[in-house]
């Protein structure tokens, strides 16, 4: 069962939208790439989700697929730079992001159950419409799938391989970010003792200092997606 069932036959490829970001401000096109200013401060224009969707559609098209997805423990300095992200230098990036269109249907992979269902519209930076998963085959395991647009599931609800559960959201309703979905993976001990009761201080960031820490508490989702037959 594909994580994104519509899509079944697309043509992904792996992306470093770091990499990418850094590439696009050398080429400093002004077409592409146009100045934010905000208080007479001009900032990062990879902070409009339409301009960093403009980025990511062209690279896209260079490159000869249809999708993409990455990210995990990605340095994301370059690319969030002047984000809320930048006071406490959380730029290492947690889970794995996959650019597909919105109101794409999310579905799942492995057997589980809704952990929590949520929603922190309108925070500039947030997760959005969000769904926490604990999965059965992997009962040390939580998946946390983010930037959701409708959620067509609740707390409780069991999930099995081929269940839509939920939309890829849009801007401003999805965190402000370019449509994407954000999954993470986190492993459940540190769940349940941190975060269980204050799901809202979970962050798909962390400081390049706590990096070999926080691999052990979130470890690669890539495992729990599954994106060509």
Known sequence: MLTFPELRGAQFGHMNLDLLAQEYRLLQDENLFPRLTK?????????????????????????????????????????????????????????????????????ATWKGTV??????????GGWGPRVIVRLKDASDMILIFAHLGKIICKKGDRLKPGDVFAEIGAPPNNGMWFP?????????RH???????????????????????????FPDPMRYVRLWN
């Open 115 to 124: 952990e929590h269902v949520d929603d922190d519209t309108p925070e500039p």
């Open 180 to 188: 994407h979905l954000h999954v993470q993976a986190v492993d459940l």
């Open 39 to 107: 208080q007479g401060v001009t900032t990062n224009p990879l902070l409009d989700p339409q301009t960093c969707l403009r980025m990511v559609q062209d690279a896209h098209a260079r490159l000869g697929i249809d999708h993409s997805y990455g990210g995990w423990f990605e340095d994301r300095r370059v690319l969030w730079k002047d984000s809320y992200l930048e006071k406490g230098q959380h730029w290492i990036h947690l889970g794995v992001d996959f650019t597909v269109p919105t109101g794409t249907s999310v579905a």
């Open 191 to 217: 769940y349940k003792r941190n975060w269980n009761a204050l799901v809202q201080e979970l962050d798909g960031y962390a400081n390049p200092f706590e990096a070999s820490r926080a691999a052990t508490i």
